[in-house]
């Protein structure tokens, strides 16, 4: 079973920044696509990002495009989400997720992290 586990949330002020880590268990990770969801209070969890297996592509929900900067690194087992110009409504709980297919909800039979809280402050 594949478990992820996510790390380098914390407390910002909005224009800072934030770098993100998911590291996977498992030797198949360059398999999976991953992925990167957030959830803020009383809102449905949405997508944000995603990476290829190879990370030659990346997509980004258009609420973050031109901010964050999704990779990863295969040998390490491990992808990031680095955050830049960060706004109070980033605040959420920020998921990592894996599946082989790239997904843009969470109806998909991946394996998802436990996530980590991110709060951005004005």
């Known amino acids: 079973q594949v478990q992820l586990v996510e790390s380098g949330g914390g407390l910002v002020q909005a224009g800072g920044s934030l770098r993100l880590s998911c590291a996977a268990s498992?030797?198949?990770?360059?398999?999976?696509?991953m992925h990167w969801f957030r959830q803020a209070p009383g809102k449905e969890r949405e997508f944000v990002a995603a990476?290829?297996?190879?990370?030659?592509?990346?997509y980004y929900a258009d609420s973050v495009k031109g901010r964050f900067t999704i990779s990863r690194d295969n040998s390490k087992n491990t992808v990031y989400l680095q955050m830049n110009s960060l706004k109070q409504e980033d605040t959420a709980v920020y998921y990592c997720?894996?599946?082989?297919?790239?997904?843009?909800?969470?109806?998909?039979?991946?394996?998802w992290g436990q996530g980590t809280q991110v709060t951005v402050s004005s």
């Open positions: 997720y894996a599946d082989t297919a790239k997904v843009s909800t969470t109806r998909g039979s991946g394996y």
């Open positions: 498992g030797r198949t990770f360059s398999r999976y696509i």
């Open positions: 990476i290829t297996m190879n990370g030659r592509y990346t």
